[in-house]
């Protein structure tokens, strides 16, 4: 008896705990309809960055000669290298020249400290071969930009270049593997190449080759190498890619030539959110039904939105959401007034209140191109705007209408439709809506894209493009997030509420595996770069102009590396690479070491002094 009753007074509490739990639960589901129907109050929020005024900033430098000379040849592969390295070398802020390889005879080796070889043809350059050794020998800095053919002629180079040996076959590199400390969020993680192909020399090296990168199949060829020659320096890439996304391996490589090398960087990172707000597609998703017993609204509300909500406020994300006002293919005025605005003021007011920022997107989401514009036949649901009038109409309407919900902010930040955007289009932005300050499309090109670098415009429109997108986030976008993040400490993520709903786009990971994924970034990305600032998209614009205006003039000595910078705003941000010695004491400025050799470099004067110690 005595036992049954204990149990039965256990199962009572059991019992009582668990209508605990159904009141629990029922009382916050009460609580998130409160708030939706009465609103989040948000307070206007002040940027941690604004944009600053042509005087707010120093002089520009007086123009530098050349210090690094790109040597290219007239071939397919020859363009392909000067375009990736003349971008990487733009943006490092390093004074260049270029010649063609024809044209070597003419060259003044001892006006430059570096030379880039971008020849497939080693006998283009045969007459300038022998005086090339001479200058590397006696302190030049030489980086072969690809592996040439293995001719007789590049045979007579192997032991400058720290060749003992090159295989009959190319080495087919499937996956790249760092040295420990060489990139910024690169240790102990194997990257993956997207298209794959016989891209690499199977080399074997002499001794004294530092490797910072090799195939990290089978063979394990080496990718990137230094050596010393002499009192000078080679670096080979034999790596044999050339698409935008190598960028920031380059650049690396090309840092390792002196004993430190500096490059500005923009310091940001920005999450942008989609077609956000915007109407709540009706009804139900199989998936989502199957996995949450949810219609797709209260999924969005009560699944996707708190989980990427948690994941901003644990690592100080601050989103920018671009608003869509409704999803009609409207393109003739007038337009009519969404009145269903009870979803903006709670996501909205949600996503100011911690910090964030809102942006536009479009009154529906057509893209701002007239008839004359080509869709390429990507895009068939796509109507072009019959005038400019209308199409003017159409953005301001959605003006209007985020300017009466969220009447304290200013809305700077326009992101294209399918990243589609019309020359017409982008001058009516500047035309007619003069607070849009900065575009945010895409940085890697693609299906009738806008595509952007990191840059300020001529005519003042500041160019923020988005790096990577969605959940899936495989192999390509983990590459290209790495290499950017080394080349301009840049993170520029986007999503979509609806990449749930997208087969295309890892709806059928489900949402689980797919927020892992992206909660996988953000940990590899924060614990790469914990000192990364978190930016909204007008503060990454601001990051931008500062980024994009400054020039550097280094004079590296060997007790230090002086900086004089022009073009300086409010405070500069500089990668440092170090390859002999240690920084000891930084006037003008604070450094942050990142890896065993990289530095982030706080300028907060136009002149930097950094102490070398060896
Ligand atoms: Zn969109």
Redesign the pocket.
Known sequence: MRQRKRKTEHKIGFRFKRMQKVILVFLALVCVLCVAQQNVIYKKQERILELLGDEDFTAPLEEQEPECLLIYEDSAQGQKGYAVMSAVLDQMKVPWASCLAENAETIRLDDYEKIVVAVNQIQLIENKLVDIFDWTENGGQLMLLYPPDNGGLFQSMYHLLGIADVGQNWEYVEKIRFADGFMLGASEKEYGITDPYESSMQVSLERGCKVYAESAGNGGAPLIWSREAGTGTVVVCNLGFFEKEYRGIYCAAYSLLDDAEVWPVINGSTFYI??FPSPVPAGNSERIFADYHMDIGDFYTQVWWQDVYNLGKKYGIRYTG?V?EEYSDQVEAPFERNKDTRRYEYFGNMLLDMGGELGF?GYN?MPLCLENFDFQGLFDSYRHWPTYEDMRAGLQELNDFCTEIFPEEKFQVY?P??NVLSEEGRQMLLDDFPQIRAIASVYIPGDAAYEQEFEVSEDGMIETPRVISGYILEDYAQLLAMAELNFHFVNSHFQ?PDDVLDVERGGDLGWEEMFRRLSDYTEWLYTAAPSIRNLTGIEMAAAVQQYDRLEVKRTLTDSSLDLELGGFGTTAWLMLRINEGTPGTVTGGQLTRLTESLYLLQADEAHVVIELLK
């Open positions: 989609d077609d671009l869509i997107h989401h992101v439709p399918s979509h």
